[in-house]
């Protein structure tokens, strides 16, 4: 699927103890939510027509590209939502409409003195990964297909599998379904440039107002292995989404399973 026209967005901290593994929890520590458990805010990891480094398309099936220079880079397994997105009076978003998801890998290098989060996610193409299958949203709310779904994530190193994300409920976001899709207007509409946060408004405007987001709902938090190993050349990437009705937590593929599969490079 080509998303080269679709605004790329992603969610920080939308999952248990993710940013204190991720040891960033420290650059929102002036940031101020309405709850405990709220996300911190939204980030750009693609801009289309930008001509900054967010302009560059990061997303591939199955290729990640770490950084030419020394970086310590980790998988992020998310879920990506493709939304749909109403404008009013063409500058002010008034509903997002879910159409489908897939696995998502928000791939993120640890860059000390990082002033924005976008600055660690996107450094050239194949630095983000999303799955080659996608699941229709039947309604993005309880009762609906995605009540069913776990998030895991495993890397593969010298030929042994180890996991990297816990494996987690969909259900475990902390903001979903319809909390989610509002907290998502609001902050798309009225987010500043603010520490490691930027006006995504603004972004919006830049980018003529796309008409679709591809929106990277937040990470999981580590397995051991994950907490503690970056990747590296040669290890390969699997994303999983899977169905508790019928599918397991492997890497056999099923008609409702999602696999993000990258080689690292």
């Known amino acids: 699927m080509d998303l080269r026209n679709v605004i790329g967005l992603g969610v920080a901290g939308n999952f248990a103890h993710h940013l204190e593994q991720a040891g960033e929890l420290k650059d929102f520590e002036n940031i101020l939510t309405e709850s405990d458990n709220a ?17 560059v ?6 290729t990640l ?14 879920i990506a939502v493709l939304f749909n997105i109403v404008y009013d009076n063409h ?23 990082a002033k924005k989060i976008s600055e660690k996610k996107s450094w050239g ?27 895991c994530s495993f890397v593969k190193r010298d030929g042994v599998i180890h996991p ?28 500043k440039e603010f520490g490691p946060l930027e006006d995504i408004a603004a972004h919006l405007k830049a980018c003529d107002y796309p008409k679709q987001a591809l929106i990277s709902i937040g990470a999981t938090a580590y397995a051991e ?13 699997y994303v999983i989404a899977y169905d508790i009705r019928s599918d397991d937590a492997s890497l056999t593929p099923s008609v409702s399973k999602i696999i993000l599969h ?3 490079q």
Not at 92 to 112: G, M, P, S, W, Y
Request: aromatic share 14%.
């Open 91 to 113: 500058d002010t978003i008034v509903d997002l409409i879910a159409q489908k998801f897939t696995t998502f890998n928000d791939c993120t290098i640890r860059k000390e003195g």
């Open 262 to 264: 990258q080689k690292v």
């Open 164 to 191: 990297y994300g816990v494996d987690a409920p969909l259900l475990g976001y902390s903001y979903f379904y319809t909390k989610l899709t509002n907290w998502l207007i609001e902050k798309m509409n009225h987010q």
């Open 225 to 237: 292995f994950g907490e503690h190993n970056y990747l590296k050349s040669g290890d390969e990437v």
């Open 39 to 55: 996300p911190k805010g939204i980030f750009p990891f693609y801009l289309p027509q930008s001509d900054t480094f967010l302009g």
């Open 125 to 151: 193409e194949n630095s983000k990964g999303i799955g080659d299958k996608w699941i229709a949203i039947d309604t993005f709310d309880k009762s609906g297909v995605m009540d069913h779904y776990h998030l």
């Open 65 to 78: 590209t770490l950084p030419t220079y020394e970086a310590n880079a980790q998988v992020e397994p998310e």
């Open 57 to 62: 398309y990061s997303i591939s099936i199955d």
